[in-house]
């Protein structure tokens, strides 16, 4: 049964399927994926649900607002109107609010687990091959779907 109003109902669960499984989590990374908790599991690539990762509430209230403002940002992108140029180079900009932010909340959250942010890019668009921070070329490491700056903690 189609639901005409599920885009004003509350955000459901993430599904079992989605979430990380894993016994240890070594390693994590800052995502905006259209959800509103925005730390997933490097191994895996599950979400990792807020009690598991047992973070702090101040922290959990930093990383809900970093998300929030990448989370519009990106809408204004995904618009495809007026402000996509705009908020596109917002996302892009090393020296930007949500990316200085979201590099921050990456420094915090080392205290828990090793930490990496997704670097935005888009799709249609070849991935990067050097960091947007520092300019070194990224490295692939096997088992991981993502290209990295070990040195900035940056992934694509």
Same mark, same amino acid.
Request: aromatic share 10%.
């Given at each position: ?9 509350? +955000? ?5 399927? =989605?979430?990380?499984?894993?016994? #240890?989590?070594?390693?994590?990374? %800052? !995502? @905006? ?7 997933? /599991?490097?191994? /895996? ?8 990762? =047992?973070?702090?509430?101040?922290? !959990?209230?930093?990383?809900?607002? &970093? ?7 990106? @809408? %204004? &992108? ?9 908020? #596109? ?19 915090? %959250?080392?205290?828990? !687990? ?20 520092? =300019? ?5 490491? +096997?088992?991981?779907?993502? !290209?990295? /700056?070990?040195?900035? #903690?940056?992934?694509?």
């Amino acid at each position: 049964m189609d639901d005409p109003y599920f885009k004003l109902r509350p +955000e459901p669960p993430t599904p079992v399927e =989605g979430l990380c499984d894993c016994q #240890r989590v070594a390693e994590i990374y %800052l !995502a @905006h994926k259209l959800r509103s908790n925005p730390v997933y /599991c490097l191994s /895996c690539n599950g979400q990792i649900p807020p009690d598991k990762l =047992g973070c702090g509430e101040q922290l !959990a209230e930093d990383i809900a607002s &970093w998300n929030s403002v990448y989370g519009a940002l990106y @809408h %204004l &992108w995904l618009d495809s109107g007026e402000y996509e140029t705009w908020a #596109r180079e917002r996302l892009l900009d090393p020296k930007g609010q949500v990316n200085l932010r979201g590099m921050e909340l990456v420094g915090l %959250l080392d205290s828990i !687990a090793k930490t990496y942010y997704l670097w935005f890019y888009e799709s249609d668009e070849s991935a990067p091959t050097t960091c947007p921070l520092c =300019g070194a070329a990224l490295t692939a490491r +096997e088992g991981c779907r993502f !290209a990295m /700056c070990e040195n900035c #903690r940056v992934i694509v």
